[in-house]
């Protein structure tokens, strides 16, 4: 048995997470998956149809994303009855930032490799997420010299 303290702690994790986005989360991670090989390894028309959807994919994890936020924000707010944005972004970086971190170093070493090109806006870019402010204001071929283009969404979910 626990003792209280940290059973207190695990039914408070236990609370916010809602198991059922689990199955949404998967839905939507297979229709982006899905829509970014549509064209090259489905094998029928009808389910490159059914890829053509994936946005969709993106716009399930944003709603979902704002959701648990709002939801951890007003949590903290009936709790202690102020928010703690430094608190947040702390928990938010744990979480977020080592994989975040690991992909683009991965990405860097790859790139290095394989191309001869700079990449140094982009890494600044990457890691003070304002990648997918560049992308809309300056013209960027989505060509495989772009590292890491889908963190785009990453950053819209950052400065929301």
């Avoid at 039914?11 to 991670?29: C, P, S, T």
Wanted: hydrophobic share 50%; net charge positive.
């Amino acid at each position: 048995m626990l003792p209280e303290r940290e059973h207190k702690e695990d039914e408070g994790k236990a609370a916010r997470r809602v198991a059922a986005f689990d199955g949404i989360r998967a839905l939507a991670a297979t229709s982006v998956l899905f829509y970014h090989y549509r064209y090259t390894t489905l094998p029928t028309r009808a389910l490159r149809y059914l890829a053509s959807g994936g946005w969709y994919g993106v716009d399930i994890f944003f709603v979902l994303s704002g959701f648990l936020i709002t939801r951890l924000l007003l949590s903290e707010l009936e709790g202690s009855g102020t928010i703690s944005l430094r608190r947040f972004y702390t928990r938010r970086a744990l979480r977020l930032y080592p994989a975040f971190f690991s992909a683009i170093g991965i990405a860097i070493i790859t790139a290095s490799l394989k191309w001869k090109v700079p990449f140094g806006w982009q890494i600044v870019f990457l890691f003070t997420y304002v990648q997918n402010l560049w992308l809309a204001f300056a013209y960027v071929p989505m060509n495989e010299s772009l590292l890491l283009w889908p963190a785009w969404s990453l950053c819209i979910e950052e400065q929301f």
